[in-house]
């Protein structure tokens, strides 16, 4: 189980991979804000159905409401409720934008991203290489630093 953000759960619907997205983690519970972005404001886009029938994708309000108050104006409303989520629930948030990040981590959330789920399906043998996968995240334009992030990332996973 896991608490996710709106962001990994379009793209991996985006490229046709929510399947991947539940062998890696089973469950994964999002916040109202999330919900309400994914499959209101995302009706008639790629995974809005499936996030909708809620299967393996859960809906759950956060607690105490107000917690959302307390954080930097720059975080939107989905970030802001899955870092509470992940707070109460003590779970572990995926989530890739840098500055909602950092402010999960200083709250002392463990924060994972899109390229953890990647090595885990590796790792697990569900998926054989990354890089075709990492290919169809940027083609859709999921933006991860190719520097940074995607040239550590392929090594690490010996497909450089």
Known sequence: MIVSDTGPIIVFARIGRLPLLQQVVETV?????????????????????????????QRESIGDPNATQHFPNILEQGEREAIVLAQERQATLLLDDQRARQEA????????????????????????????????????????????????????????
Do not use: C
């Open 29 to 57: 519970i999002i916040p109202d804000a999330v919900y309400d972005e994914l499959v209101i404001g995302g009706r008639g886009r790629p995974g809005a159905g499936a996030i909708s029938q809620g299967e393996w994708i």
């Open 105 to 160: 981590e200083n709250r002392g959330v463990e924060v994972v991203g899109v390229l953890w789920v990647l090595s885990e399906a590796k790792r697990r043998g569900f998926v054989t290489e990354v890089r075709p996968i990492i290919d169809e995240l940027l083609a859709v334009g999921y933006w991860l630093h190719p520097e940074r992030l995607v040239r550590p990332f392929l090594e690490e996973m010996g497909e450089v």
